[in-house]
């Protein structure tokens, strides 16, 4: 295979607490992977995972937000990886339950949890989409289940505890990434027709 012919190489980091954001992060590999994209998806909560972003021709990272913010470990990866994760076509996924609130203030509060990563990291990725999490009432704790029922309870969301309600918007996460790997695939493209103009 030829340099030329070699997949693209794209890179899905993210950080899950229960297990939503590895389903959303999943769904998008399978998107990427659909538009010929060579994925590699990296948990970064697991010991020592610090993915180079050099490595890939595109970055997308997936967070899911806790107690008003998103999870420390992708902050700290993305503020250590922000000058490279600038450098190419870059996006970033914020997973919450507000997000599934359909509100002037549930939106504007996503866009501030999005904005503030931005600032925390010094990375400004070149796409954003909020995405509704999911309550996963049988993978909580006693009392991490009677904190989210009562927040369930106020936001008029499911107080089910007997089952996970999914609140996930599937085709609109899937069109994100199919935009992305567009992004990425033309950046490619461009960047591999330029390297074969200059030999
Ligand atoms: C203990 C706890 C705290 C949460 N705090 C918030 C919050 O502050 N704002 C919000 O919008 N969603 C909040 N959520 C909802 C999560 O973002 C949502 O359930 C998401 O799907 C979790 O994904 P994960 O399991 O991959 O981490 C919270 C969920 C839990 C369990």
Request: aromatic share 6%.
């Amino acid at each position: 295979m030829t340099a030329s012919m070699s997949p693209t190489r794209v890179l899905v980091a993210y950080a899950s607490k229960h297990g939503h954001t590895r389903l959303v992060a999943e769904r998008i590999g399978a998107v990427l992977r659909e538009h010929r994209l060579g994925v590699e998806l990296r948990d970064l909560g697991e010991r020592g995972a610090d993915p180079w972003p050099p490595d890939f021709a595109g970055v997308l990272v997936a967070a899911s937000v806790h107690a008003g913010h998103h999870q420390k470990c992708v902050v700290s990866w993305a503020h250590g990886h922000a000058t490279t994760l600038g450098l190419r076509p870059s996006a970033f996924v914020s997973i919450s339950l507000t997000a599934a609130d359909d509100t002037d203030e549930a939106r504007s509060t996503t866009r501030r949890l999005i904005d503030e990563l931005a600032d925390e990291t010094g990375w400004t990725p070149d796409a954003s989409l909020a995405v509704a999490g999911a309550l996963q009432y049988r993978e909580y704790d006693l009392p991490t289940r009677v904190l989210m029922r009562l927040i369930a309870r106020q936001h008029g969301g499911s107080t089910d505890t007997s089952d996970d309600v999914v609140y996930t918007d599937w085709p609109a996460l899937e069109q994100f990434a199919t935009d992305f790997a567009d992004e990425v695939t033309a950046q490619t493209r461009a960047r591999r027709a330029r390297e074969e103009a200059s030999r």
